[in-house]
């Protein structure tokens, strides 16, 4: 719906995000553009490498199930393997995408993709330690108008300590992040012969 010059009409624009909303409900949408948060300082791609698993997320429509991990490992290209699984119900779920360093002078802004015809979706790494935990950031801007976030805590092992996912979610919020409905993701009993 536009108007004769061409402008999104301003009808058009307040129901355009309660249209989409139905399709993007277990997202986390806000009215305005993506925040700019800081990202890891002299982010070291190669020590970010390996075994991450999923603390605590940002409510996402792809990821149903539980003991979700993600493993990270360079490619002779210098692209990124992203292979994640999840178990949903009693079956153990993967599925492999690619990442890439999107501005080299800002290594820690990646993008990843897990489909060939989709571009790659901003997976920008807050802060880490590299050993221990992870903070990460994505965001997508629709017509200027609104967002929608997702922020994962990550874990070289399945639990972190309550007081390191507090302090997490203090970077999260003090980088204009909302992570009110952030919540724990179920790492219990995945160790189990499916």
């Given amino acids: 719906m536009t108007s004769a010059s061409g402008n999104m009409t301003p009808l058009f624009a307040l129901l355009l995000p309660l249209l989409l909303l139905p399709h993007i409900s277990a997202q986390v949408p806000h009215w305005g553009p993506c925040p700019e948060p800081t ?10 490498m390996g075994r991450w698993f999923e603390i605590a997320k940002l409510p996402a429509q792809f990821e149903k199930g539980r003991c979700i991990e993600t493993n990270f490992s360079m490619k002779a290209d210098q692209t990124i393997r992203v292979v994640s699984s999840e178990i949903l119900k009693t079956e153990r779920r993967t599925i492999e995408g690619s990442g890439v360093v999107e501005d ?8 990843i993709s897990f489909s060939y015809v989709l571009p790659y979706s901003p997976y920008w790494i807050i802060s880490t330690d590299y050993e221990n935990s992870a ?57 189990k012969t499916l």
Wanted: hydrophobic share 40%; proline share 4%; with cysteine.
């Fill in 104 to 111: 080299l002078k800002n290594p820690a802004k990646l993008g």
């Fill in 135 to 191: 903070l990460v950031y994505s965001c997508t801007d629709i017509l200027h108008l609104f967002h929608m976030d997702f922020a994962w805590i990550l874990g070289r092992t399945r639990t972190l300590p309550a007081a390191t996912v507090d302090k997490a979610r203090e970077i999260f919020t003090s980088s204009n992040i909302d992570v009110s409905r952030m919540t724990a993701s179920r790492q219990q009993g995945c160790d």
């Fill in 39 to 48: 990202v890891q300082p002299s982010f070291n791609l190669q020590k970010f």
